[in-house]
């Protein structure tokens, strides 16, 4: 068995600088790196990394950028024979500037990701047979993330959105098919219309989004930490105290570190500590998929702060 991420491959071109430029401002920059990225990509390397048998579906472009990409999933143990090459388009790029405090602004070019289709959702359903989870975003056609949700529903495969890039205007059949849909404070807000700022308007958010049909909403609030409610649970789960560097894939982590406690078979409180774990790791280094912690890291990571893995 295994989880399977349908979702966006990016390469990301980052730039560091004392702050975040305002608009129309030149800024000087202090460094540059490239590094693998895409939330798709960033969930499936967060889950393989933590030692979860994981497949991505997803496309690239017949470019540089495309072999790299895929090259490093690979490395990182995501099994990759489901990514389509598309020779019509560039790969995906992020360009992505960090300040000193870690805040991020992201521009992304979808390229091949734009090109998901129905075709790629076809590959995905060979795969769901053996799966136990998919994890979805929202950097490929929301065509497309409708379509491949559906045939996890209709497989009896858990659904797991995290909704980001932030949209406002989610089609009302997705919420009814998602299993768990996990919003920052950012994304919470567009999608239920006010202001989520704190442990009490998260609450009042995931009350939004339980009404909408999503059957667990995690509302994931920084520094703050993370808001759960399901119709049977309600339960806030303090953030891990770090040392933020970088918080691109952050919340990817999230993602990765919740799924993967899922698939061991533990509780969702406890999937939402792991999750929290996995974030809180990623902010304390540089970049996407580099910032994404082994399970050696994860595990020393709970031991130090009292937290036995499968508590």
Not at 244 to 270: I, M, P, R, W
Not at 297 to 304: M, N, Q, S, V
Request: aromatic share 6%; charged share 15%; proline share 4%.
């Amino acid at each position: 068995m295994s989880i399977i991420v349908f979702g966006s491959i990016n390469i990301d071109l980052v730039a560091t600088a004392p702050r975040l430029p305002v608009a129309g401002e030149t800024l000087l920059g202090e460094e540059f790196f490239k590094v693998s990225g895409g939330k798709g990509a960033n969930q499936a390397v967060a889950l393989a990394k933590l030692g979860i048998p994981t497949q991505i579906v997803g496309r690239v472009g017949a470019d540089d950028f495309g072999t790299e990409l895929v090259n490093n999933l690979q490395t990182s143990g995501v099994q990759t024979h489901n990514i389509f090459v598309d020779e019509t388009v560039s790969s995906g790029v992020a360009i992505i500037t960090v300040s000193h405090t870690g805040e991020n602004q992201i521009v992304v070019i979808p390229g091949a990701n734009g090109r998901v289709n129905q075709e790629d959702v076809e590959r995905l359903s060979h795969l769901l047979p053996q799966a136990t989870a998919l994890l979805l975003q929202l950097e490929i056609p929301i065509t497309a993330v409708v379509a491949a949700a559906k045939a996890a529903q209709g497989a009896n495969i858990k659904v797991i959105l995290d909704p980001a890039p932030a949209q406002s205007n989610l089609p009302d059949e997705l919420y009814t098919l998602v299993d768990i849909m996990t919003p920052n404070e950012v994304e919470a807000a567009q999608l239920v219309g006010f202001p989520v700022d704190g442990e009490e308007l998260a609450a009042k958010a995931a009350a939004v989004l339980l009404q909408r049909g999503v059957k667990c909403a995690i509302v994931k609030l920084g520094a703050k930490g993370v808001f759960c409610a399901t119709a049977e649970e309600k339960f806030f789960v303090p953030a891990f105290r770090v040392n933020v560097l970088d918080t691109v894939a952050a919340g990817d982590a999230f993602n990765g570190g919740l799924a993967a406690a899922l698939f061991e078979g533990l509780s969702l409180h406890q999937a939402v500590v792991w999750g929290a774990a996995v974030g809180a790791l990623a902010a304390t280094k540089s970049g996407a998929q580099t910032s994404l912690p082994d399970r050696f890291t994860f595990d020393a990571f709970l031991r130090e702060r009292g937290v036995g893995s499968r508590e």
